[in-house]
């Protein structure tokens, strides 16, 4: 078994509603995003799957949420924009574009910072 992933970045501001710490007040983060793909073989050309292609689509699924503040993007306006709900919304959004053959979506990351994350895995 074989698994692959691939990490961008996304900047963006957003607060907890239902949170009472700090949180709760519009603060930013540059949010790092791993995504996880298992594979049982490898291609003739020796890959499991073309990096180049797996980071164009999470690019593109990522743009929306980029200099955004995450709570006016839906699903985001809502529900709370946290590193969870965060995870599990990109995942779902991935899932679809991850067709091929013996390849299947592990999980998604999503870093708020250096020290504090989530791995969405259903």
Same mark, same amino acid.
């Given at each position: 078994?074989?698994?692959?992933?691939? @990490?961008?970045?996304?900047?963006?501001?957003?607060?907890?509603?239902?949170?009472?710490?700090?949180?709760?007040?519009?603060?930013?983060?540059?949010?790092? &995003? &791993?995504?996880?793909?298992?594979?049982?073989? &490898?291609? %003739? %050309?020796?890959?499991?799957?073309?990096?180049? @292609?797996?980071?164009?689509?999470?690019?593109?699924?990522?743009?929306?949420?980029?200099?955004?503040? $995450?709570?006016? &993007?839906?699903?985001? %306006?809502?529900?709370?924009?946290?590193?969870?709900?965060?995870?599990?919304?990109?995942?779902?959004? $991935?899932?679809?574009?991850?067709?091929?053959?013996?390849?299947?979506?592990?999980?998604?990351?999503?870093?708020?910072?250096?020290?504090?994350?989530?791995?969405?895995?259903?």
């Amino acid at each position: 078994m074989y698994q692959l992933f691939v @990490q961008e970045h996304f900047d963006a501001a957003h607060y907890l509603p239902d949170y009472h710490g700090k949180c709760e007040k519009l603060h930013g983060h540059r949010f790092t &995003v &791993v995504v996880r793909l298992n594979a049982s073989s &490898v291609n %003739d %050309d020796g890959m499991a799957y073309d990096f180049a @292609q797996l980071k164009q689509v999470l690019r593109e699924i990522l743009s929306p949420l980029d200099h955004s503040c $995450l709570n006016d &993007v839906p699903p985001f %306006d809502h529900k709370a924009p946290s590193c969870e709900n965060l995870a599990a919304t990109i995942y779902g959004w $991935l899932k679809p574009h991850i067709t091929s053959s013996g390849v299947t979506l592990a999980g998604v990351e999503v870093w708020e910072s250096p020290t504090s994350g989530v791995y969405y895995q259903p």
